[in-house]
């Protein structure tokens, strides 16, 4: 296949609107880990509660995701991808103009719980649409495109959090949510969704995912293959400046500089990663490949003598690098499932992995107060976290040649 037409099939209305999406996605959902300790030091939270109060909200957020991604998964099946791309962004969009104007920890938790529910549509609806709408050997080189800028977002939030107030980075992210959604003006449904709507088949129907064992191994293994990649960015980096403390480095680490280099991995991560499944034609293989390395950039983290801040936040790069498969278990998601659960799936696993941050921020919190050490309790919250992850593993099925046209019975 030729460069020329390769970049022909990928690069198409429905691919730049899903990346677009999903890179303000990220900004919006990556920024409050990026301005927790200035916005809540700004709205009087004391420094002995940062830890704690910075749980709370970011609990909310996910809270709303977890919420979200059943909601717009749901409507995704019955209504259509494009319901999902429309709706989702006008919400945590108008949701992070307000959060800039908040004056109290009350306000500020709502509102991310009610932006956690608009943040839950955008990467489930765009993957569905883009695997959907592509060709079967095309179609990862899509999802690809649209992790690697989405990821990027969280770079950019970083340099507008650190070039301007943290309310300010709101509005923009707001600002760039209701400028995006003008462009999806246009945007076509998927030809296999059309289809699927003339037939008489039951959509979106969530609870049938649990009626059959088949089907609910597979679900559960896209979910929990999927969260080291979230213990590492809900609680390691977004934590990484008492980590640092706790490692004994006397410079204060930023948590802004943290997620950026990160994310930046990621991204790295999740072009690499893609490129790799495409070329060796397989996505099962290449997941476990980036589950080990990312098993072994945690112990690095928590257990090397960094010395030096340059060290840490190289530590930080490999971290994001590492947990690059966000795109392709999604992608696997997708094709694991027929066309009437498929956004019902892919919408919700993302979310419900994000929505892990609740259990494995309550499972630290549990190890820190035994030992009261929070590398100690990372590390045993780790270890669960990744022989999880294995056993998850065990329950996919290679599907890189998958046929998408089909239905769940």
Excluded at 126 to 142: C, F, M, N, S
Excluded at 342 to 358: K, S
């Amino acid at each position: 296949m030729s460069k020329k037409n390769l970049a022909h099939g990928v690069i198409s209305a429905p691919v730049i609107v899903a990346a677009l999406g999903y890179f303000v996605d990220i900004y919006d959902l990556l920024l409050f880990s990026i301005v927790r300790r200035p916005s809540l030091v700004d709205l009087g939270v004391p420094e002995s509660t940062l830890v704690s109060e910075g749980i709370l909200l970011l609990n909310m957020q996910m809270a709303g995701m977890l919420i979200g991604g059943l909601l717009w998964g749901i409507l995704g099946d019955k209504k259509g991808r494009l319901s999902v791309l429309f709706g989702s962004i006008l919400m945590y969009s108008l949701a992070n103009l307000a959060n800039g104007m908040v004056q109290n920890l009350d306000q500020y938790a709502w509102l991310r719980f009610i932006a956690g529910i608009g943040l839950a549509g955008e990467l489930g609806a765009g993957i569905t649409l883009v695997a959907e709408v592509l060709p079967k050997e095309k179609r990862g080189y899509g999802t690809t495109l649209i992790a690697t800028i989405g990821m990027l977002g969280a770079v950019v939030a970083y340099f507008v959090a650190a070039t301007f107030d943290w309310r300010i980075a709101y509005f923009i992210g707001g600002g760039m949510g209701l400028c995006l959604l003008l462009l999806r003006v246009g945007v076509y449904e998927s030809g296999v969704y059309t289809k699927m709507k003339q037939e008489m088949v039951s959509r979106g129907n969530f609870l049938s995912l649990f009626t059959k064992i088949d089907r609910l191994k597979r679900y559960a293994a896209c979910i929990f293959i999927g969260i080291p990649i979230w213990f590492v960015v809900g609680i390691l980096i977004t934590f990484s400046p008492e980590f640092a403390k706790e490692m004994g480095l006397t410079i204060d680490v930023s948590a802004g500089k943290a997620v950026m280099y990160c994310y930046l991995g990621l991204a790295l991560g999740d072009l690499a990663s893609g490129l790799l499944s495409q070329v060796l034609r397989t996505r099962k293989k290449v997941v476990l490949a980036f589950v080990l390395l990312c098993m072994f950039a945690v112990l690095l983290y928590l257990w090397m003598p960094f010395g030096t801040v340059f060290f840490f936040y190289s530590c930080c790069l490999f971290l994001g690098f590492s947990s690059g498969y966000w795109a392709l278990f999604v992608t696997m998601a997708a094709e694991q499932f027929g066309t009437n659960l498929r956004a019902t799936v892919t919408t919700t696993v993302p979310n419900f992995i994000r929505g892990t941050v609740i259990p494995l921020t309550i499972s630290f919190e549990f190890f820190r107060s035994l030992s009261g050490n929070m590398i100690q309790a990372a590390s045993v919250t780790g270890l669960l976290v990744f022989l999880i992850t294995f056993l998850a593993y065990t329950g996919l099925r290679e599907t890189f040649t998958a046929d998408l046209n089909f239905n769940e019975p």
